[in-house]
Structures are given as structure tokens and as C-alpha cells.
């Protein structure tokens, strides 16, 4: 693989880290997170245009803040410290962070001071986003302020000599006025950074290693209807073709006319796979069991054996996964970056059986896989779906899974999804469904009394599923869809919708 030169983002674990990385490929530079304590060798090793420190939460006087290596300053090598990034330039260069008396949140304006590059093309004043509760209240030796705003006469520094920058605003951020701008003048004007991220560019690169990667051999992947997967396998098929052998379980919790609706997807697309019609087996195993873990934990077990199965008698040697970039920057362990849940469907079968592992998609951001999609011709209805988990509607029926709940819930959950589209709000909000819940109420439908099952309706908004806020629904939508799911599908005498956010309880019910 051809490595690009990039631009490496310093983790201090800073809630906006991902954004910064996101901006710098938007402007068409590759960027990467790295860990805040890289050393210097590793660095002139990657040779990058340039570095930023993020922000983070930590204050740098404190014992064991997270501080770059101190050789960083002498590499030559462009740097801009951003908020907490601002404050460790500050502190280990001899200047001095304190405390702020008045707290910096939210919008502030900021005042240039001193004509350079890094503010080309920007006006003399305009709109930031600060977040700090410590400031520079000195700066080190042969350090200039170049902007101030109100309550930081350092707001934006600079080294007499040394291309070395510390902004305290977030200029990642779509708040600030610019900042895409002022990213781009450091990229640009600052570091000499070329162009070299553009996502045709990804597809022909990608395929070429792949294709060095992979020779002669077998790979073999599970198809889900979700964008990543079928990202992931509509790339790697362009480049290998019939070495990729592409699956997609059935395992009879997929929602209403969603087995038909893949399979045209993937039909019109040229994506060859095999239905693997696996229904019994799984509702079989998951017969009298409530505890969503074990269902979790048996539906993921016998998943891997269907595809275990399918692996071997196709001679497969290499499994496909649709990892992303914020995976590999959460598993690398980098402080301050959040902890997810890992849902990887096929877990565990790489070292059973052996298989490497192809992952072409995980230097990239969601966003980005889309971007790719489109260009590979992936419809836009696959593109912009919602995200469903693994165990499907085993874990949308709370309790035991039996064949007729899923048909209630599948009924249930196709009129809500329907009617946002109809509605034009399923691309509003970020996921979608329907619950069953295990418990009956009393109703009184035509003057009889009616004792059945309860539907909940979960609509949310949120950017990455990690945190997330209920969606206001207008009332006329959610009465209308009250109304449908009730007097047609049979069983279900109540609806209800979910205000809780995440945290504190959980997208999914289970
Ligand atoms: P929670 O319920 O943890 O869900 O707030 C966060 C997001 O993850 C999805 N989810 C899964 N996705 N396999 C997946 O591919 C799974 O096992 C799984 N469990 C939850 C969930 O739908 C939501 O978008």
C-alpha cells in the first residue's frame, strides 16, 4: 500500500478529535489520530505536513497531564495547538496556564492583532467557539499573541520564528466563523500541504491493494443490507470478482419484505451472493429464552456457525469486515477516546478459523463511506438507511422470541417506517423502529374490552448512535401512526413513543 504523507492529529482525548481529522480530509488531506504521547522517531518516520494537538480535557499543570513529547517542538515540523493543544505548547515551551477567573463558553468574538497567513482572506474580527476554563497568562519567550478575543489577550499565538501555532478557540467546529478557513491557511499557506484525499482517488488505490493483498486467494464475507458491508463488498468485488464469495444470512429476525428489498438491492448493483436460508435453526435455539445477553450471545454463536459452514466448503482464507476508522481509533486505546460496544457479527471467527482479515474501508469515516458508495453506484435507499443491529428483532421483543410476536412487531414496525417515509422524515431522524413489550393492558375497541400487547416507537437523533436525544415527532404524525398500528395490526391495543435520551438509557430496549 502507497503511504500518503498526513497530516497527524495529537490525541488529548478531546470530544471533537474525529471532527478535526474530518475537516482535514474535507479540505483534501489525509489525516490521522495518533496518541498524544508518539514519539519523535515515529513521527519523522510518518513524515507528516504537519501536526495538531487537539483539546482535551485535562488541565496542564495538573500531575500526569497528557503532554507531547518535548523533542516534537524541534522536528521543523509545523504545529497548531488547539484549546488544551494551545495550553501544552504554553506550558512546555516556559509560559504560564491558569485557572480562568471568567470561563470561556460558547461564542466569542475574536479581534486579529497581527497580519499573517494563518488569517488570509479572513476578516479582522469574527465569530469563534471557546470551551476553556484555564487560559495562557503568559506566553513563553519568543511567542506573540496574533488575535485576541474578551477574556484571552492569547487567543491565537504564534512563535517568533517556528511555525508553531495554538489557536484557543475550536476551529473544527461549525460555530466558528472561518474556521474551515483558518484550517485550510495552516494546511495551506503554513505547512505546504498538498492534496492528495479524494475519495475516486480511494477507489482506484483501494482496489489495486486489494488486490496485492488478497493474489490468488479466497475471501469470503456476510453481507448485512447496511451501507458499510455493502460498501466493503461492492469494492473488494470490483477487484477480485469471483474470489469473493458474498453471503447473507437469514436468520428470520429481519423485518417486513426486507430479505426481498437486499436482494434487489444487491441484484441491481451486479453484487453476486447466496441466500442462506438459516430461520429454523435460529428460532429453534432462541425458544424460552428472555435474557437479551443470552440471546445476544446464541444468535451470535450460531451465526458464526452458519458462516463457518459456508466459509469452509467455499476454501475461503480471508474474511471481509466493514471496520471504519472511528473502530480502529477507539480499539487502539487511545486515552480519552470513547469505549464502544463492539458489534462485529461474525466475532471470533477470524482466529478460529484462521482467516486474515481484508478491511477497506477502515481509514475511513462514515461520511466518507457514502461518498465512496455513490460513486460505486450503491443506491441512495441503502445508503441512507438506518442502522440495524446484528440480532435484528430478537432484541425489539423484550422476552422470549416467539413467530408470531415477530409477525406483530414486523407489522407494527413496517407502518412507522413507511409513514416516516411517506411523511418525508426518515432521513430527519437518525434510527427508527418499533418495540413489542411483554406485557398487556386493558383497551375498549367498539365497546368490547380488549386485553393485549403493547408497541413502542423509538425515533432518535444522533450523530454516531453513542449519545442520542428522542426525536420530536410532530403529534399529527405520531397520532396518525397511533391510529394505523392499532386498527390493523391484530394484538395490539396500545402505543406508546420513547422520551428517554442516551444516556441514560440505551437506543435499543432489548
Ligand atoms: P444502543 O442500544 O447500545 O445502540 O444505544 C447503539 C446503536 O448500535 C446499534 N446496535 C447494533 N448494531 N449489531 C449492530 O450492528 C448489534 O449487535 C447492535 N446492537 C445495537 C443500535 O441499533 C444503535 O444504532
Known sequence: MVVKRSVLILNFGSQYVQLIARRVRELGVYSEIVPYHISHEEVREKNPYCLIFSGGPASVYEQDAPLPKPELYNLNIPILGICYGLQTIVHQLGGMVK???????????????????????????????????????????????????????????????????????H?????????????????????????????????????????????KGKVICALSGGVDSTVSALLTYKAIGKQLHCIFVDHGLLRKGEVEEVEGYFRKMGLPFQ????????????????DPEEKRRLIGHTFIEVFEKEAKSFGAEFLLQGTLYPDVVESAGIPGAKVIKTHHNVGGLPERMNLRLVEPLRELFKDEVRMVGRLLGVPEEVLMRHPFPGPGLAIRILGEVKEEDLEILREADYIFIQELKKWGLYNKVW????????????????????????????????????????SRLPYEFLDHVMRRIINEVKGVNRVVYDISSKPPATIEWE
Do not use: C
Request: charged residues 30%.
Open 99 to 169: 485557572r480562568s477567573q471568567k470561563q470561556e463558553y460558547g461564542r466569542a468574538k475574536l479581534r486579529v492583532l497581527k497580519e499573517d497567513p494563518l488569517f488570509e482572506g479572513l476578516p479582522r474580527e469574527f465569530d469563534v467557539w471557546m470551551s476553556h476554563a484555564d487560559k495562557a497568562v503568559k506566553l513563553p519567550e519568543n511567542f506573540l499573541s496574533l488575535a485576541s478575543s474578551e477574556n484571552s489577550p492569547y487567543a491565537v499565538i504564534k512563535h517568533k520564528s517556528k511555525p508553531i501555532y495554538g489557536v484557543q478557540f
Open 171 to 215: 476551529p473544527e467546529v461549525a460555530h466558528t466563523q472561518y474556521g474551515k478557513e483558518l484550517l485550510a491557511n495552516f494546511l495551506f499557506r503554513v505547512s505546504n500541504a498538498e492534496k492528495n484525499w479524494e475519495m475516486g482517488n480511494f477507489i482506484e488505490e483501494k482496489i489495486e491493494d486489494i488486490r496485492q493483498e488478497v493474489g
Open 275 to 290: 441466500r442462506v436460508d438459516a430461520k429454523e435453526v435460529f428460532l429453534q435455539r432462541l425458544k424460552g429464552i428472555e
Open 431 to 470: 434510527q427508527a423502529f418499533a418495540v413489542l413489550l411483554p406485557v398487556k393492558s386493558v383497551g375498549v375497541m367498539g365497546d368490547v374490552r380488549t386485553y393485549e400487547r403493547v408497541v413502542g416507537l423509538r425515533a432518535v437523533d444522533s450523530s454516531d448512535g453513542m449519545t442520542a436525544d428522542w
